[in-house]
């Protein structure tokens, strides 16, 4: 009797075992996307000095070709989006802390971040440039000896000069700044002479600072970007996907990138 009700107990226990472990798969499954529909909203985590991917106009609106895309994607999924300007060398603990939703701003896809972050498709792939001024004598990255280098704290820039420490050892001094428009300013009263920066970026201050600058042929590299999500948020990032995939098939992607670049370099 007494083995019968010992064998029982252990059905009845196995069964208790196995329900509460159904029971922790469903408070661990992905939702986000459900959440972010039922509030509403999703929210960029950007730096809002990033031209042209995504910055302040003249009137102080946030404008850019991240601005754009995100919009689009918040259309169509049937959500608000609200753009938070966050200090860009803490953004991705912003990012895992709730701060934000999303990066959206440029963001490189990097080994590094990987750890860290989740990552959608890859939609635009942007070199590391070496900015310097028009008059320069600086030709390629060896000429960069004895030199003083700008780039943004936190950035992929800052990664490409490490990833090569043969080069930059040779550099007279690193200067790390906020964000790139006080990188371009130090470089334009000669500061620093040369920056390293992402090369969408570099090209759109060339437009806007006509003779001022120029960029080398020669680089620190080539890195595709992608929108930061939570690694948990599989759900979010899949919808995001979809809907960028729906975007460059209707030739929304091609049109915003003509807009903000002046030809499609976006990534089918």
Do not use: H
């Not at 990255?141 to 820039?157: F, H, N, W, Y």
Request: aromatic share 8%.
């Amino acid at each position: 009797m007494k083995k019968k009700l010992l064998g029982v107990m252990a059905v009845f226990f196995t069964l208790a075992l196995s329900l509460g472990g159904c029971g922790n798969r469903s408070s661990n499954e992905d939702n986000s996307l459900e959440e972010i529909k039922k509030r509403g909203e999703f929210i960029v985590g950007l730096d809002d000095t990033f031209a042209p991917m995504g910055f302040r106009d003249e009137k102080g609106n946030i404008v850019g070709l991240d601005i754009d895309l995100a919009s689009e994607v918040g259309k169509r999924m049937g959500v608000k989006v609200v753009f938070k300007p966050v200090d860009w060398n803490g953004i991705i603990g912003s990012l895992n802390n709730g701060d934000v939703d999303i990066i959206w701003n440029g963001l490189s896809i990097s080994d590094k971040r990987k750890e860290q972050i989740g990552f959608t498709k890859e939609y635009i792939v942007d070199g590391q440039a070496i900015m310097i001024q028009k008059d320069s004598t600086i030709k390629n990255k060896k000429d960069l000896a004895g030199k003083i280098v700008g780039i943004q704290m936190g950035s992929t820039s800052e990664d490409a000069i490490n990833s090569e420490p043969e080069v930059m050892k040779t550099f007279k001094d690193v200067k790390r700044y906020a964000n790139y428009a006080e990188a371009l300013m130090d470089l334009g009263n000669g500061r620093v002479e040369a920056v390293v920066i992402d090369e969408i970026v570099g090209r759109y201050y060339m437009t806007k600072k006509q003779g001022a600058f120029k960029v080398l042929e020669d680089n620190f590299g080539e890195q595709p970007m992608g929108v930061g999500v939570r690694k948990t948020d599989e759900s979010f990032r899949k919808e995001i996907d979809k809907i960028l995939d729906e975007m460059k098939k209707d030739g929304t992607t091609a049109n915003i990138s003509k807009k903000w670049l002046g030809e499609d370099l976006i990534v089918k």
